[in-house]
DNA sequence: GCGGCAATTGATCAACCGATCAACTCAGAG
DNA sequence: CTCTGAGTTGATCGGTTGATCAATTGCCGC
């Protein structure tokens, strides 16, 4: 079996290649972090030359935000399926995705050194945003798009925090409910589902 | 007048010096980030030579630590004047707090490569909760601890986002003080103090 | 006034970075 | 079967980093 590093490739057609490449890129910035994308650790994950990989990007800062888009818009998706916003806060805060976590704390961190990755930062918040409006004006909230933002701010600040606390990683979802309710101007308990 | 160096100091005694560019870092880190305290630029900001700083210091990570520690430990003190949660909470998200913000999310981001840095930012947030906890537990809350947990999580992350978003910034205190009243029981309007 | 010692300098080292490019190798068209 | 062009290599360059240390400087006690 090969160590980390993936098996001697064989020549592959440029699109391949670079789908390759981008997908190495991808596991390295979900375990070793955003800043653990240089040309030769890319080259080394995807079993090719740093050259190579030099080759099928526009400079590294293209690559890293490429990344980051891909890895956010992959999490959107996965969670798209997910009805109802109750549900949905309960999947963004059950812990599961710490490694997705710690690749946007990363990309706040190096967005104003990095102007294409804050632009992939900006344009993912506002995708993330619209998919929390759509959820809450399905749960009948009026003027749903201040509270979409303030929740989602809510939900990455909490798992950033469980990300550093440690040991001592709170289910916080009941509590965020509560709160989601009195932003909304519901009745308490309206959005308590799980019984 | 000296251009960003400061005038070419005079020698130093030990602790003084010491002092001198624990403070030349700190500003570093506020203008320019916690990624631009290296032994150079530090020195530069101090007036001073590389080495000196490398022979008053304990390794660059140790001073990335201390520097992050002492910024959000300032912070702290100058919040600990602000009476009332409802005070604190429009305080902590009036957008003039964005560089310790910047500070904080990098410090995140560096925390799973920098051992001494992560602790670091365990204790801060650790004295932060309790500072919130205290103020909540004044204005009357029971079981205080996960809703200051939860509370600062959400003003971190509503900062952050702020920061990231760019010109949108949205005032969010009114929403976070409605929520903070769900959480933790309270009637609508309990901690409006603002008229 | 003068020695001694702490403060300070700045060159130096090895490691890593992104980027470049001449040279090599192989698959597939003709 | 050959030959062309796309895929690929890896050495190389200039730059930055943290760390080290012999050499220098200047203050302070005597």
Redesign the pocket.
């Known amino acids: 079996m090969p160590s980390t590093t993936t098996a001697p490739?064989?020549?592959?057609?440029?699109p391949a290649?670079r789908a390759a490449i981008l997908a190495a890129a991808t596991e390295l910035a979900l375990s070793d972090g955003l800043a653990a994308?240089?040309?030769?650790?890319v080259g080394e994950r995807a079993g090719?030359?740093?050259?190579?990989v030099?080759?099928y990007v526009d400079?590294?800062?293209a690559l890293v935000a490429e990344v980051f888009a891909g890895i956010s818009a992959r999490e959107r998706s996965e969670v798209a399926g997910v009805r109802g916003i109750a549900p949905l806060v309960r999947t963004l805060t059950d812990g599961t995705r710490d490694a997705v976590t710690r690749v946007w704390v990363q990309a706040w961190a190096e967005s104003p050194a990095h102007a294409r990755l804050a632009a992939a930062v900006r344009d993912e918040q506002a995708a993330w945003r619209a998919l929390l409006e759509d959820a809450l004006r399905e749960a009948g909230a009026a003027d749903a798009a201040p509270v979409a933002r303030a929740l989602l701010g809510m939900i990455d600040g909490v798992n950033a925090h469980a990300l550093a606390g440690g040991r001592d990683r709170a289910d916080h979802a009941p509590l965020l409910l509560r709160a989601l309710e009195a932003m909304l101007g519901m009745q308490r308990g309206a959005l308590d589902d799980s019984q």
Chains 1, 2 share one sequence.
Request: charged residues 25%.
């Open positions: 490739s064989a020549r592959l057609a440029g290649r994308l240089t040309l030769r650790r090719v030359a740093s050259g190579l030099a080759h400079g590294m800062d």
